[in-house]
């Protein structure tokens, strides 16, 4: 039997955000482990904040890994501000962020910075 090591790569918010590691990893050949899904099961009745779910991988694909989380959560983070919604202040529609004027009366977005709003 060969001895291999596991090392903790990240540390998620929750099991969806492990859940989305886990298969970044796995698109790119690495087989990640989630230490605290089987913990949730054995201690279920704790409050959720108990167990933080963990992301493991083999020692030999750590430095790869490290990499592959930062990345994806980087990009997590930029889709996640593209994703934000914003409420015109003239008629009350929601738009979502691609949208720089209201789709709907056609008024600029006051509420983000715009090159053109300002003189
Ligand atoms: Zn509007």
Known sequence: MTDISVLE???ADDMMDAEFIRHVLAEQGIQAR????S???IIGNLPAVWVTPRIWVCEED???AEILVDEAKTEQRRRAALRKEWTCSHCGETNTADFEICWSCQEEDETQPSPHSKP
């Not at 989630?34 to 899904?37: A, K, L």
């Open 9 to 11: 790569v990240y540390s």
């Open 34 to 37: 989630i230490i605290g899904e």
């Open 62 to 64: 750590f430095a790869q």
């Open 39 to 41: 913990l949730q099961t």
